[in-house]
């Protein structure tokens, strides 16, 4: 495995649209992953590690990632660490968002954070009360 990979190539072979996995790209080059050079792919170290990894070494891998790499992240896990509750509405970032981007743009990328959060157990989020929270056991 040299961690390089052309990505029409690769797009054919998971039989995926260019359009499709150009994005992906995007995601794992904003959490320092991979990069993206000449129609390529290119895993950084970090980014083979997380691929030969087992389950909970890469969910400390993305976790450490998200809490370095995404600022939104960043700023959520601290308050959750102050707050007594260990909760905070989720309206406030997502109107602090909404700011720089429109409405639907800004729920898809709160639930894309959502997804990643949960896969590395940083937060959780309840849907009803509209709160991310941490999970018990990340409170010990």
Known sequence: MNGRADLPVLAEKLQLELDDLFPLGESLELLAL??????????????????????????AIMGHALR?????????????????????????FRDELEASMSPDYARQTLQTIIGWARFAELFDYDEESDRFFLPDDSRE
């Not at 991979?34 to 990894?53: C, K, Q, R, Y």
């Not at 370095?68 to 989720?90: G, N, W, Y």
Request: proline residues 4%; charged residues 35%.
């Open 34 to 59: 991979a990069e993206l050079e000449d129609g390529d792919i290119l895993l950084t170290n970090e980014g083979v590690h997380f691929v030969l990894s087992d389950l909970e070494e890469r969910k």
């Open 68 to 92: 370095h790499h995404v600022p939104l992240v960043k700023m959520i896990c601290a308050l959750l660490d102050e707050r007594p509750t260990h909760s905070v509405k989720a309206e406030r």
